[in-house]
Nanobody, 118 residues
Framework: QVQVVESGGGLVQPGGSLRLSCAAS????????MTWYRQAPGQQRELVAR???????NYVDSVKGRCTISRENAKNMVYLQMSNLRPEDTAVYYC????????????WGQGTQVTVSS
């Protein structure tokens, strides 16, 4: 099962940028769809972006054009580049690995906090 550790969050002003990183371990991620979720206080966790094993990407409408998900399989790393950040992007961001064999998720990490505020 893939375990993940997220990093790269922080406090940023509206309009700013951040790059989140996800370090995976326990298995290679070559055959996994890698995902980024976020959860704001009092809200359900929502899918932000995902990238399949062959590089197909999908984004939630609210971040399209502002976020880019990428992966480096050789390093077992996944990234979420976020730009033009808005206060409504404030949330804890989580990475997870979805097996394309069993269609089950790996373990959730502790997440990384992103706060967008002036």
């Amino acid at each position: 099962q893939v375990q993940v550790v997220e990093s790269g969050g922080g406090l940023v002003q509206p309009g700013g940028s951040l790059r989140l990183s996800c370090a995976a371990s326990g298995s290679g991620i070559n055959e996994y769809t890698m995902t980024w979720y976020r959860q704001a206080p009092g809200q359900q966790r929502e899918l932000v972006a995902r990238i399949t094993s062959i590089g197909t990407t999908n984004y939630v409408d609210s971040v399209k054009g502002r976020c880019t998900i990428s992966r480096e399989n050789a390093k077992n790393m996944v990234y979420l580049q976020m730009s033009n950040l808005r206060p409504e992007d404030t949330a804890v961001y989580y990475c997870n690995a979805l097996s394309e064999r069993t269609w089950t998720f790996g373990s959730w990490g502790q997440g990384t906090q992103v706060t967008v505020s002036s």
